[in-house]
């Protein structure tokens, strides 16, 4: 999946020709071009298209093959959709101005933010991450950390920081300064957007979808220490190029849980990540990966 995007955004410009060129089709014939894409990617994926359906049967339960079938090739085509919207944001910008987003749940927020001491957005890579956090920037004051560290992903990440989409880099900022300057922003009551299914093998061990796995520690840590409520939160696309951004009542950690209970804290959560990425599943970015980060029973 990786090779795939570094064939569009591995070379500057080439990425920027490719931007240009779809913004000066007319939206629905692009829309369409992305169906039959995704259509095609499905059909030609071959050995990816094994390994996402194997992921997805294994994750989601009970599910028929003719809802893995139906979920799979929804998430090469939700693929080639996304792909499409961030050239047409690159390109030009002044389109995000004019992107439907339905909303749901805003009052979860509202309520998570009364308490002073800011809120955590915990939210997996569901829908088009980029436009969710896009939004949300411009209604309150984010910051989110993400990871410069893969090329494929770079060009996008650096793209919409120049639209005014802040964030902190996981992998180029020391981890006390990293940590200092999420405190700060929660100590002046802003909002940080944080994916929480990221995965490196030297993060704490964690429980994902019931199995043994590492995940961030960051939100627990936070939650735990400056009792910031933690909302729940995922964005996805509804048709076409409609968003919706769903709010869902928040979560309060340390009420539950003590300082130095933090895997407990996180395997928490994680049980909340995994049934956001069951509602949409077709729209989840790691169906493609997720089995490599799963350690042997009793590893961890």
């Known amino acids: 999946m990786y090779e795939w995007i570094a064939k569009i955004t591995g070379d500057e410009g080439r990425f920027e020709s490719l931007a240009r060129l779809v913004a000066l089709l007319p939206r629905p014939i692009v829309l369409a071009a992305c169906q039959t894409l995704g259509w095609a990617l499905y059909r030609f994926a071959g050995v990816v298209r094994e390994q996402v359906k194997a992921n997805m049967g294994e994750l989601l339960g009970e599910a028929s093959e003719a809802r893995l079938y139906t979920c799979c090739r929804d998430f090469f085509r939700h693929?080639?959709?996304?792909?499409?919207?961030?050239?047409?944001?690159?390109?030009?910008?002044?389109r995000l101005q004019e992107q439907p987003f339905a909303i749901e749940g805003l009052e979860h927020l509202e309520t998570a933010l009364s308490s002073g001491r800011g809120a955590i957005l915990f939210t997996p890579h569901l829908g088009n991450f980029f436009y969710s956090y896009w939004a949300l920037s411009r209604r309150y004051p984010c910051l989110?950390?993400?990871?410069?560290?893969?090329?494929?992903?770079?060009?996008?990440?650096?793209?919409?920081?120049?639209?005014?989409?802040?964030?902190?880099?996981?992998?180029?900022?020391?981890?006390?300064?990293?940590?200092?300057?999420?405190?700060?922003?929660?100590?002046?009551?802003?909002?940080?957007?944080?994916?929480?299914?990221?995965?490196?093998?030297?993060?704490?061990?964690?429980?994902?979808?019931?199995?043994?796995?590492?995940?961030?520690?960051?939100?627990?840590?936070?939650?735990?220490?400056?009792?910031?409520?933690?909302?729940?939160?995922?964005?996805?696309?509804?048709?076409?190029?409609?968003?919706?951004?769903v709010f869902c009542p928040p979560v309060y950690l340390h009420r539950e849980f003590r300082p130095h209970q933090r895997t407990e804290a996180t395997n928490r959560l994680n049980r909340l990540l995994a049934e956001m990425v069951a509602w949409v599943p077709e729209q989840w970015f790691y169906w493609f990966n997720v089995h490599e980060r799963w350690e042997r029973e009793g590893a961890l």
């Open 79 to 94: 693929g080639a959709l996304a792909l499409y919207e961030v050239l047409a944001a690159v390109a030009e910008p002044e």
């Open 144 to 245: 989110t950390v993400g990871t410069a560290g893969s090329p494929e992903l770079r060009p996008i990440y650096e793209r919409f920081h120049q639209l005014g989409c802040p964030g902190l880099d996981y992998d180029a900022t020391p981890p006390l300064e990293l940590v200092r300057a999420l405190r700060r922003h929660l100590q002046q009551r802003g909002l940080i957007f944080l994916l929480g299914d990221f995965w490196r093998p030297n993060f704490p061990p964690s429980l994902f979808f019931d199995r043994p796995t590492r995940s961030p520690g960051g939100t627990a840590l936070l939650a735990l220490d400056l009792e910031t409520p933690v909302v729940p939160f995922y964005g996805h696309r509804i048709r076409g190029s409609e968003h919706c951004l």
